[in-house]
């Protein structure tokens, strides 16, 4: 009990001794009850230093409080329109709840959006549209130096560490993910029993902690990363570089929360604070990242190796193309994570202002890896803000394969956007750790819910594209995708951007990439 409550409760007690010895009614002392609280309150107010509205208005200024903690609340149930929430609006969630609840995901009426608004993008659609493919393409993810390549399916969970999601929403989206036949990446917060048990296919990502294969100084074990690659839910493995929302930026866990099971997956000691450094131990030049990038395919026994990033520096990326062509070896996938990425939590300066948005970034990636004629045994995958079929086919007309969703994943298991990831107080027991939260969470009955998602946003994907008269993602050109730049002008994506020939860079670069492709050095990152 805190020192006011002791207060009032002495206060209440004296008065009630007092009521009683003179004998005053009841119904006078019912009354008396709360004006004692409210001058206690008043008091207390005056006296405290630490908020001023309160010591000019003692008890009123509590309002002030109370509307601040329910404005989320208020603003997303009663004030916003459909299409203008943030980080998702209305439209998109609900979307995602109806396919996940396997309803009709259609609106009557038309659209909602201003076509005429600067920024509104739409897919062109043919007049000679094709059947709908019956069977979902998939894509090959392994180049010629993989043994063991993995057919990767058009839209995927993304990285989200156990520890960041509960237990049961890990289970909830790996059962899922099992039942409909694509793919989880682990975070990297480890591979726990959660993303083995139920079978679905699984991307390992490992992070600058290396988690669950690290030694006690926190360097990287290769004998432990062996040992797990090796299991045979384990399809791909992949390195972090970046994170989308947080780019550049390490993590701390405090000790408080690394309890006995975090700690087993992890690879960590009980108790202690961990602390994930913003840059990797194992290499510090391109040439060493492409070489790590080998060792880890190496010791996984052949399986698809790739990385994540959050793109900045194009001269950079330059250098590790370079590294690629002069090493003779490259990654099997990258996954560009775009800066409107989501997270747990994040400083609001690198959410807002640091890293490349999703466009800008696949664009860089895939335009490099074409001019360096590397893109045809490089795949890409996409993640940020991926929830709707739209999303995805604009993704791979973008220059990416395959898409990554993390959200609107939450989103099918029941998330409601509250936007208390980073506190353990999530009220749908998606991203806590607080037992009686997560078990509101019933893995029976969300992990149909995220098998039915990923079908229908797919399936509808495949709807989008032969209403453009194509069946197969490879054959989406940029072209088809348009953005009204002012309200009277347009552009498709092959008029605003600049799109490399193969191998372009390596005999003549355009002069908009000359200067960074001669800047890009294999053997350092330059700034």
């Known amino acids: 009990m805190t020192r006011v409550g002791i207060v009032l409760l002495f206060l209440v007690a004296g008065l009630g001794s007092v009521v009683a010895a003179v004998g005053v009614s009841p119904l006078w002392w019912c009354a008396a009850v709360p004006l004692v609280c409210v001058g206690a309150l008043g008091a207390r107010d005056l006296l405290q230093r630490r908020h001023a509205v309160l010591r000019n208005y003692p008890v009123l200024g509590h309002a002030r409080f109370l509307m601040e903690a329910i404005r989320p609340e208020l603003q997303q149930y009663f004030i916003e329109r459909n299409y203008d929430g943030r980080p998702f609006d209305r439209d998109v969630r609900s979307i995602v709840y109806e396919r996940a609840k396997g309803t009709d995901a259609e609106e009557p009426f038309g659209t909602e959006r201003d076509v005429y608004r600067s920024g509104y993008e739409y897919l062109v659609p043919s007049m000679a549209p094709c059947p709908v493919p019956k069977e979902p393409p998939r894509v090959r993810v392994g180049g010629p130096d993989c043994a063991r390549p993995y057919d990767m399916a058009l839209l995927n969970v993304s990285a989200m560490s156990f520890g960041s999601l509960s237990s049961n929403a890990v289970l909830a989206l790996n059962a899922g993910a099992a039942a409909g036949g694509f793919a989880q990446d682990t975070g990297e917060g480890g591979l726990s029993e959660y993303h083995l048990r139920p079978g679905g296919d699984l991307i390992w990502e490992i992070g600058t902690g290396y988690f669950g294969c690290r030694t006690d100084e926190g360097a990287f074990d290769a004998a432990q990363f062996a040992d797990k690659a090796a299991h045979d839910h384990v399809k791909c493995v992949s390195l972090k570089l970046s994170q989308g929302a947080k780019p550049g930026i390490g993590g701390v866990l405090p000790g408080a929360k690394v309890n006995a099971e975090i700690a087993r997956v992890r690879g960590v000691p009980e108790g202690r604070t961990v602390i994930s450094p913003p840059y990797h131990r194992e290499f510090s030049t391109p040439r060493e990242l492409v070489r790590f990038i080998a060792r880890m ?41 775009g800066a409107e990425g989501g997270t747990g939590a994040a400083p609001l300066e690198f959410a807002d202002h640091v890293g490349a948005p999703l466009t800008e970034g696949l664009l860089t990636v895939h335009n490099a890896l074409v001019g360096a004629g590397l893109r045809d045994r490089v795949r890409i995958g996409a993640g940020g803000k991926i929830a709707t079929a739209a999303d995805l086919v604009k993704r791979m007309v973008q220059g990416a394969d395959y898409g990554n969703a993390a959200r609107a994943m939450m989103f099918a298991v029941g998330c409601i956007q509250a936007q208390r990831c980073h506190t353990n107080t999530c009220p749908t027991g998606v991203t806590t750790q607080d037992p009686r939260r997560a078990r509101a969470l019933d ?73 960074d492709w001669k800047t890009a050095d294999p053997d350092r990152f330059t700034v």
Do not use: N
């Open 297 to 337: 395919r190496e010791l996984s026994g052949g399986k698809p190796a790739g990385f994540k990033l959050c793109v900045g520096s194009r001269a950079q990326f330059l250098a590790v193309c370079k590294a690629m062509l002069e090493e003779g070896t490259a990654p099997d996938f990258i996954v560009v994570d």
């Open 443 to 515: 893995v029976g009955d969300k992990a149909p819910r995220v098998q039915r998602f990923q079908e229908a946003t797919v399936a509808g994907a495949l709807q989008i594209m032969a209403s453009m008269g194509v069946t197969d993602p490879a054959h989406l050109r940029p072209h088809m995708l348009r953005r009204r730049v002012d309200p009277v002008t347009e552009r498709s994506y092959a008029e605003m951007y600049e799109w490399l020939e193969p191998g372009q860079l390596l005999v003549e670069p355009p002069e908009s990439w000359a200067a």
